[in-house]
């Protein structure tokens, strides 16, 4: 074959080509022009289905607007119970008085679920409290606060059509936490998406978490310190305690390591520090010197002051726990003191995983969300004690125990026998030196 042959065909191919594309293209341009008059068309149908219906459903009396079927907002469900029966009435429906109200009642049934919210602000005090585990006053602080937070402010800033108000940010926290759900559980309850229900725990978790600092806070100056031993000294007459050490375990269902919390209380049962440790084999005295706040007490204590631990702990100097076996008076008076100072404040954490069920039954796979809905729960905690919102503990199977009761054989780690036997002679020894105070105070 030449070159002459060759370029020709080259050329013809080239022709080809470009003929076959342009044809494509003229197809493509007559479907999009063919599926622009179909959706055209069908408008069109919409528009007069729309224009025959509004005729149809107008009276001389009362008109009735027709409105596309579609989902009530939750704005919407919140003042559902405020409209008439008129407005409940489905569009081109002729009802006599007798019919609407018994097209009401089932209406009313079949979104009673979806009424929740509106049912919440009919609740009286006790029954508040049972659906949420705090009281209508506790709610209504968090709301107040909450309100006002940058949190809140930041979902404003959002283009978000689901806004709801900040009450009821509250509400579906509260009720989140004091019960063994799910986010879908969640959602459905207070009829928003699922997307919606996660939103709205993490929100108020960051908003609870950032004011931290506010509600959990351990005594540092020396008028806060003596104010602080003076209440414990009025329990029993125990000198220089200025908050008790407390400890539990607990397994969620997201993760197979149980978490340790570990918190230091006031007399009334109020938490000064809260810490929580992501392992399964520690000795909780090595929990407490894992925590940021161990450095901390020795230099608050001053050796002056102290703290009470159960026998859970290694004693020490500023940490004192319970004589093993006691043999003397004075000893076993100092068991004595000890034990009524720790009963009083001995079932706060008890109560908080009673209060706040969602602790147990987590099913978050991140450790650090784990941490602050713990941290979150605690604050709410505070919170009810200061507005003197106080629950009834029950007996509760599904309640983790309080890991002062055992510790399962084998999984303590030991400290080094030399460190650990001066620690605990120092310890000793300042324990000696309180039951012998409080024996010559019995005497006098």
Known sequence: MD??????????????????????????????????????????TLKRK??????????????????PRRRLSFQRQVKIEQQSNDELTP??????????????????EKRR????????????????????????NTAERLYIQFKSSPEYDNIFKLNDQTRIPAKHYIWMFLWFVG?????????????????KAVSVVDTVLQFLNNSAREFIQFPESNTDMRNSADSFEQIADFPDVIACLLNTRIQTKGTKTPFWIQVLCDSKGRFLDVFIESTSDLHPTAVLENSPINEKIKNICQRRYHILAKQDYFVREWLLTPIDEPTSKEQIWYNR?????????????????????????????????????????????????EEEDFFDAEVDPMMVALAG????????????????????KIGELKRKQIYIELKKEERT
């Open 91 to 108: 569009p081109g429906v002729d009802m006599n008085e007798d019919l609407k109200v018994s097209h009401v009642e089932n209406f009313n």
């Open 3 to 44: 070159s002459g042959t060759a370029k020709k065909l080259k050329l013809a191919l080239a022709l080809a080509t470009v003929a076959y594309i342009g044809l494509n293209a003229y197809n493509l341009h007559l479907e999009e022009e063919e599926s622009k008059e179909k959706k055209k068309k069908r408008q069109e």
């Open 179 to 195: 019960r063994k759900g799910t986010y879908l559980e969640l959602s459905s309850m207070f009829n928003v998406s699922l997307s």
């Open 50 to 67: 729309y224009e025959q219906a509004r005729a149809n459903s107008s009276s001389s009396e009362d008109e009735v607007n027709y409105q």
């Open 113 to 136: 679920e979806s009424d929740f919210v509106d049912l919440v602000s009919k609740y009286s005090d006790e029954m508040f409290k049972d659906v949420f585990h705090v009281s209508r």
């Open 337 to 385: 003191q000890h034990s009524k100072t720790m009963n009083v404040v001995l079932d706060s954490l008890e109560i908080l995983i009673q209060r706040f069920p969602q602790l147990t039954a987590m099913q978050f796979f991140s450790s650090y969300k784990i941490k602050r809905m713990i941290n979150a729960c605690c604050i709410l905690q505070n919170i009810c004690l």
């Open 405 to 424: 009761a055992k510790n399962d054989e084998g999984q303590t780690k030991q400290r080094p026998e030399d460190i650990e036997c001066h620690l605990r």
